[in-house]
């Protein structure tokens, strides 16, 4: 990825290799959080999960806290 995840398209997807490239953890750290729902919020397209880069910057804005993301906080 090239430009900063700040300045993509808000609704642009990222797939899982890409967002925890971001997030500086390893894709299996993120597929592992998306199983116990303590990530960013992903959409299924097709089989494939991706994440939009909206919801990358809000769970990473909210401290990498899914919980405060549904809570409203």
């Known amino acids: ?35 116990t729902s303590t990530g960013p919020r992903t959409i299924m397209v097709g089989t494939s999960p991706r994440i939009r880069v909206r919801d990358l910057l809000e769970y990473i804005d909210a401290g990498g806290d899914s919980r405060a993301l549904a809570s409203g906080e």
């Open 1 to 35: 990825m090239s430009e900063p995840i700040r300045d993509r398209d808000p609704d642009s997807l990222l797939n899982l290799e890409e967002a925890a490239s971001v997030l500086g953890v390893s894709s299996r750290t993120l597929r592992r959080w998306r199983e």
